[in-house]
């Protein structure tokens, strides 16, 4: 689902409408479809097989493939475990551009004062501490996850730790908001499965993302909280 949702936003398209109804079974989402039904020949023997990132990355240290789509944070993991006679040069670089620039698929972290706290004040020092392009830099050093600050990113000395930082702020200048979902993953699961049908063949690309509009109009009328 992540990989049909990074076409889906390229292509202008977003998950939810402004009354927090479905809005993908449309041009953009067909047309991501399409393009993962276009990749499909370029892949391995089996790669509807792959459920995971975790099964991508392993895929991918063991010369199956050679590119993905990929957490910036797993730079390091995949740099340490690569083989030193792997066929391929590892190297990052923005994701490819689509109609409306390169989107990527991340989660968020919200730090939060509860408003009963006794130590608000204090609780907003320590963010803003955190928030340092310093102190990011050396959070880094010591997480392996880049810094959120702009600065800090572009730190030379980050860069010399981490060569992938170049482009992770490249692909930060043209990036795309999607929306955060409390339960992505009912969102995920529900989208993913009806992608996966169309890719299978046993469903048209319109007929599916409409199933899964219907399922998830269904979730949120049982109560599920969608947005």
């Known amino acids: 689902m992540s990989s049909w949702q990074v076409f889906f936003l ?3 398209g977003r998950l939810f409408g402004t009354r927090n109804e479905p809005t993908i079974a449309n041009d953009a989402g067909v047309a991501a479809i399409e393009m993962l039904q276009d990749l499909l020949p ?3 023997p089996s790669p509807l097989a792959i459920a995971s990132l975790q099964d991508a990355s392993v895929a991918f240290l063991e010369g199956r493939t050679a590119m993905m789509m990929n957490w910036a944070g797993m730079y390091d993991t995949m740099r340490d475990l690569m083989p030193a006679d792997h066929p391929f040069r590892l190297g990052t670089a923005p994701l490819p551009g689509g109609p409306v ?3 990527s698929i991340d989660s968020g972290d919200g730090w939060t004062i509860d408003r ?3 130590q608000s004040t204090r609780a907003m020092d ?3 501490f955190f928030l340092q392009p310093r102190v990011q830099t050396q959070m ?3 997480t392996g996850w880049l810094p959120i600050s702009v600065k800090a990113i572009t730190d030379p000395e980050v860069i010399a730790r981490a060569p992938h930082a170049p482009a992770v702020h490249e692909q930060l200048k043209t990036r795309i908001d999607s929306g955060f979902r409390p339960n992505f993953d009912v969102v995920t699961q529900v989208i993913g499965s009806e992608v996966r049908q169309a890719l299978l063949g046993t469903k048209t690309p319109i007929v599916a993302l409409r199933d899964a509009t219907a399922s998830l109009n269904a979730a949120s ?3 599920l909280t969608l947005t």
């Open 116 to 118: 009963r706290s006794w």
């Open 101 to 103: 620039g390169r989107a």
């Open 10 to 12: 390229q292509a202008g």
């Open 221 to 223: 009328g049982s109560g």
């Open 140 to 142: 880094y050093a010591a």
């Open 126 to 128: 320590l963010i803003q």
């Open 42 to 44: 370029a892949t391995g």
